[in-house]
């Protein structure tokens, strides 16, 4: 497709479970984001991927969090051990490029909106 | 303090109005100010991006930037329903490294037909 797209678009889940959601961001975009965005708040951010490697993760709130890009195309952020205070939008956002000169536009994807009762 | 600030909302005007929409930041250190658009269920969408004080107009839309009281305003002509999103303000110290985007929270924005 054209765009950012996420995976699930929804997702309800119970406390303590182990939960995957997945960000195909647009072609040839080598810089990939991931936000968290909570119920009448802005995007926070959580990880930023180069290529296949991390390139900063310092917004990840706990080790419960963790997201990889084995390929630097697809990328998975998995939430284990879900609390309730997880419940938000996922997003995901990917850059032509990052650190050059550009217009520095992110691509959002549409969402994932996790819900942990 | 908050490091962006924007008044949350709802707002709402007749079609036609003129919009204006604000945001205030604390730190001297930005330099990069951004407006977003979100739809309601959707991800944000670029409207424009300045890096200066001033004034940038893009068809309907201008983005005003006053560094020296950290202060920005996106003001909307011609306000039409397909206007209705939540707008929300973006800085940043540095333009290509999302990483270090601020977002304020957004305002809500209904232009009613």
């Known amino acids: 497709g054209a765009g950012v797209s996420q995976t699930p678009s929804n997702k309800v889940t119970e406390k303590g479970k182990y939960v995957e959601l997945r960000c195909d961001p647009i072609s040839g975009h080598t810089a990939l984001y991931w936000y968290r965005q909570s119920l009448g708040q802005g995007p926070e951010f959580l990880i930023y991927?180069?290529?296949?490697?991390?390139?900063?993760d310092s917004g990840l709130p706990n080790d419960r969090f963790f997201a990889v890009r084995p390929e630097g195309s697809v990328s998975t952020l998995k939430i284990q051990r879900t609390e309730r205070g997880d419940s938000a939008m996922y997003l995901c956002?990917?850059?032509?490029?990052?650190?050059?000169?550009?217009?520095?536009?992110?691509?959002f994807g549409e969402g994932s909106r996790l819900t942990v009762l | 303090q908050k490091e962006v600030e924007q008044d949350p909302g709802p707002l709402s005007v007749p079609e036609g109005a003129i919009v204006s929409l604000n945001c205030t930041y604390s730190n001297s250190a930005f330099q990069y100010f951004m407006w977003y658009r979100q739809y309601s269920r959707k991800g944000p969408e670029l409207l424009m991006y300045t890096y200066s004080s001033g004034n940038k107009e893009d068809g309907r839309f201008t983005a005003q930037v006053d560094k020296s009281s950290k202060y920005i305003s996106l003001f909307i002509r011609d306000s039409q329903p397909s206007d209705s999103a939540t707008y929300l303000c973006?800085?940043?110290?540095?333009?290509?490294?999302?990483?270090?985007?601020?977002f304020g929270p957004g305002t809500r924005l209904s232009v009613l037909p």
């Open positions: 956002a990917s850059s032509l490029n990052s650190g050059r000169a550009g217009t520095g536009e992110l691509f």
């Open positions: 991927f180069q290529g296949t490697g991390a390139a900063d």
């Open positions: 973006a800085v940043s110290p540095v333009l290509n490294y999302g990483q270090n985007f601020v």
